[in-house]
């Protein structure tokens, strides 16, 4: 009689499953308003914001796609507002 050999199965490769990174908590935004009152006057800062934006096209020439950063100083008692455009470039305009 022929002898037969079993041979163990061998156990499957284990496949690691890729891990998946946490889920971030969604951070929580809160809708504001700031608004700059001073001398009778109220001007939102928004209003500030599309003002920079207006006087970076209309008065100084450029296209408004070239603007990508603007940092706002506003100076109420000097009725201006100062800012950098893009870094490196300043300026004021009336507030």
Do not use: C, H
């Amino acid at each position: 009689m022929a002898q037969v050999k079993k041979t163990a199965a061998k156990p499957a490769a284990k496949k690691t499953a890729a891990k998946k990174p946490a889920a971030k908590k969604a951070a929580t935004t809160v809708k504001t308003k700031i608004e700059l009152q001073y001398a009778d006057k109220n001007i939102s800062y928004d209003d500030i914001v599309k003002n920079a934006k207006n006087y970076w096209v209309k008065t100084l020439g450029k296209a408004a796609a070239d603007l990508k950063t603007i940092d706002l100083y506003v100076k109420p008692e000097e009725n201006r507002v100062y800012y950098v455009a893009n870094g490196k470039e300043v300026g004021s305009f009336e507030l």
